[in-house]
């Protein structure tokens, strides 16, 4: 563009609408110079998404799925940072830093925003804290070894009904990745259960919620019923027409107030627009960037989109594209071959294509799938499953990876290793339903409450019936500080008395503050001065020991 | 043991130990339903820790060394929990809780203590905070990540310093685990690097700090020396007669106050006790229980201890075992046959094992072996221990699979990818040499801090060189608050004046808490008051803020 400078074409997101990019880029200017190419995503590699639900049960290696980004694009620079804020005005984008606390500041002469989409919880209670989403690989590896560690536990535990919860998994969600990633589950719940000596099989209880009619949506009728079948065969119990509502520690809340007690709650539905393109100044339609026939963005010249984050006409049906790989892989490609149509100065073309067509596995053996109008099922529609993604999975060592994968699978029982590198976290939200216990009298505290909403109840038991009025904190008020602070049982039982949100300060974390640091040990001597003392006393001195809060 | 009850045998640690006295109990007891094992280990496998640094390469598969506790022991009660304290006295030992706060309490009548030891790090400065232990399979995970960690920002750094910083790697100890650590990061840096189109392979410098005069002192001189030219050959910097003394964030700190710019150290010096052991009240040497002849603790009958937490003498030679994987299986076996000669009133038998040699890898198919007073070196030792440890590994499927990653490794390049599902900690510990910038005037702020040793000094640059004379922190006290408060850039610049240490409080933690419980915002809002009046009423102020504390 400017004189001598190279022209700056910055892609944001790896997935396969940001990486094909890429790659189309680096093909089409193979041997032109005035153009430099920059990706900024927050992995190094990309996730081979079809493959993710195999992670669950270890038939394919941790790292075979996932192909580093630098092989695919060996010319193109790779910033591996999280993006904080675009700046389509002043043409800049800003990284969060690493070592030390520097951003990035990259500017732009050609943007092509491919962020994708994310998993969004926060509209239902509960979720954020107790559900695990099913998105990219972390997901799919702290899903593992979560399912491992349940197990671990029910091998252990002797009151039969926490052995039930632990044994009960839920999947929500019953479009193709709830339905691939429940088929992996039960497949690796009920292999991986025959190495505990103390878990009976028929106690595993393995649920599927749908919210529609009839699961997979996305496919013809007929095969959506022979999935339903298969799975229904296999042990999933699918519950249609049911919604979720929200989740507990203990429970996944369905609509309707049925409970369902699990530990293991995955969501596969809410998909929400990333943060970052739900800020833009852009026209959106569904949350997704609006752009014209040639993917790029009306508004802004020199921006583009592509992929799930971008509302993208086809031109030949006039329909919006669906968010599939299929379809953002031929953006990509588009979109490369008129970034490098606008440097030359020639014509630019209009996107169009229509889906090859849709597979989904159901584990062990079966997938379903619609091609060319043709329609599959069984072991036909899986090995076909099997191979057309075999031959999409980008790089050849790959390919030779999970072909390897795949053929020891054959021979070899299930992993049930559970690979922990995460430390407990030091703060964390919870969430109760009305009525729950979170702590009782005489238990260990590990854990010191702020209540951001809700009431709850403290209780004390003295001996007898004729105990002191139960104390009512509402937002802004802590409980639980005494256990922590003097190192030593609970002396009240915690109560929500309607449905409660609350901050979890970890003891390990709030005892290396404390210690250090005088003023804040001297706020809750007096916390907890005021509250041992008489109970007219101590309403007055709780509301007051919030100075400045809001005790409801 | 009494009447009915069936004899309770509990074994402590999931090492080579713990698991091959397990395993030698089932064997013996087969047709014997008079006893009960069960088995206490804080992860459900086992590490094969001679091939741990390999999973740093990636050239075997990150579960294909490890081996499910369950599958080797399937008649083992196994409780995957962290041991919490051990009561000799009432025969009882505690374990965590997981869901819930509910601890487990098991008693035993046989107890087998095989709980190995542990990276002690805290009597140096700084090693806590900035070195990576590589002890088991959680740190080589790490290590692997970090490595691709810093090559990515090398990759985009402009500052050669800081680059520079960030290609060099350091390796504190020269014994076996050191050398093979050493010998397989300097591998997969200078063959990762070539992924990176920016990384100059001249600018990575792999550094192995060793405090005697040769490394590798447990094998004859010859070899030692053999591996010292080969690890020089392959580039790896060999420093003898160096002892580490501390680190920084960015510098591995040497004796004799050299420093060296690095952001990755890895520790595989100090061995500690485990705490649990250290707090028994029996005889120890060294840290390690002394017990007979038949690995028997005299004190405490019933009580036994094998593997590196032993001090055991080998009935032969009349030495002390090594802490080896050798001894530690040896032990295990006649541990096993001593507690079922027990139970059945036959005589025990003492231990004698001597060791069969030693091998070490050194890398891309080169090692150092004694084995049978047999002295090799290079390829064939490399193919010996390769075929060695192989038939070792426990299980056929783990054989099978670690047969085929070698197989792959030979054609396929290494791995690049970065995989994490770690959160950023709320909490953290830094250490600072005197005269280090904790940040400076300008600066986002990330963190909060409290000094928990040493002097701050922190600098208002007001434009001109007239500002407001520093002021001057101490333990207790806080700094860095109104960047997290006010959501503002830093107004100030923190310095070390002497040596500090400093709680680190994360942006998303502090800000979560502060916003749902008023009375810190009020304690925080008062400290700023303060802190923002003229220099003189300042300090007093700031003395004042730390109510009931100990501003030195």
Redo the contacts between chains.
């Keep these: 563009m400017t004189g001598g400078r190279r022209t700056r074409i910055l892609i944001l997101g790896g997935g396969f609408g940001g990486l094909y990019t890429a790659m189309a880029l680096e093909r089409l200017l193979k041997r032109d110079s005035s153009a430099e190419i920059a990706l900024v995503n927050k992995?190094?590699?990309l996730v081979f998404q079809p493959m993710l639900p195999e992670i669950i049960s270890?038939s394919i290696?941790?790292?075979d799925t996932?192909?580093?980004i630098?092989?695919l694009c060996?010319?193109t620079?790779?910033?591996?940072r999280t993006i904080e804020s675009i700046d389509l005005k002043r043409r800049r984008i800003r990284a969060a830093?690493?070592?030390g606390?520097?951003?990035?500041d990259l500017g732009y002469d050609h943007l092509v925003i491919a962020l994708g989409n994310v998993t969004s919880m926060a509209s239902q209670p509960g979720l954020c804290e107790y559900a695990l989403p099913f998105k990219n690989?972390?997901d799919a590896?702290?899903l593992r070894n979560h399912i491992?560690?349940v197990l671990?536990?029910a091998?252990?535990e002797r009151d039969a009904d926490?052995r039930r919860t632990?044994l009960t998994f839920v999947v929500a969600g019953g479009g193709f990745s709830g339905v691939e990633a429940v088929a992996e589950l039960n497949d690796f719940v009920r292999a991986g259960a025959t190495?505990?000596?103390?878990i009976n099989p028929a106690e595993i209880r393995v649920v599927l919620l749908h919210a529609g009619p009839l699961i997979l949506p996305e496919l013809p009728e007929g095969l959506a019923r022979f999935a339903q079948r298969l799975l229904a065969k296999r042990g999933v119990e699918i519950r249609l027409d049911t919604r979720l509502r929200g989740a507990t520690?203990g429970a996944a809340l369905l609509e309707g107030g049925e409970h369902i007690g699990t530990?293991t709650l995955v969501t596969t539905v809410p998909s929400a627009p990333n943060p970052l393109v739900a800020a833009l100044p852009c026209r959106m339609e569904r949350g997704r960037i609006v752009v014209d026939e040639y993917l790029a963005v009306p508004e802004y010249p020199g921006v583009w989109a592509v992929g799930d984050c971008a509302w993208a006409l086809d031109g030949t049906s006039g329909q919006p594209c669906p968010p599939t790989a299929q379809h953002a892989v031929r953006q990509a490609r588009r979109v490369a071959e008129n970034i490098v149509a606008t440097l030359r100065n020639q014509p630019r073309r209009a996107f169009a294509f229509q889906a090859l067509g849709k597979m989904g596995s159901l584990g062990h053996h079966a997938a379903v799938a619609e091609i060319f109008g043709l329609k599959l099922s069984g072991f036909l529609a899986w090995w076909l499953w099997r191979t057309i993604y075999l031959m999409k999975l980008p790089g050849l060592?790959r390919k030779?990876?999970v072909a390897?994968d795949w053929a020891?699978d054959l021979?070899?029982?299930p992993?049930?290793?559970?690979?922990?590198?995460?430390?407990s976290?030091?703060?964390r939200r919870e969430h109760f339903e009305p009525g729950e216990i979170i702590?009782r009298a005489g238990?260990?505290?590990?854990w010191l409450y702020?209540?951001?909403d809700g009431e709850v109840e403290l209780v004390q038991h003295e001996g007898g019936e004729a105990g002191a009025p139960p104390a009512r904190l509402g937002?802004?008020q802590?409980f639980g500080e005494l256990a922590l602070v003097r190192d030593q049982a609970r002396v009240a039982t915690a109560r929500s008395s309607t449905s409660v949100d609350v901050?979890a300060?970890g003891r390990e974390?709030f005892q290396?503050?404390l210690a250090?640091?005088?003023?804040?040990?001297?706020?809750f001597?007096e916390?907890i001065m005021m509250r041992s003392a008489p109970a007219g006393e101590r309403l007055i001195a709780s509301a007051e020991?919030?100075?400045?809060?809001?005790p409801r």
């Design positions: 992995e190094n590699y270890g290696g941790i790292l996932i192909t580093p630098r092989r060996p010319n620079n790779l910033y591996t830093g690493s070592f606390s520097q951003q990035s690989l972390g590896l702290t491992i560690h671990e536990e091998d252990i926490v632990l190495g505990f000596r103390n520690a530990r060592d030779i990876r390897t020891l021979i070899l029982p992993d049930i290793v559970q690979l922990r590198t995460e430390k976290p030091g703060i702590f238990d260990r505290g590990d702020i209540v951001t937002p802004g802590v901050i300060v974390s290396t503050v250090n640091f005088p003023p804040l040990r001297g706020l001597e916390l020991s919030n100075r400045g809060g809001d």
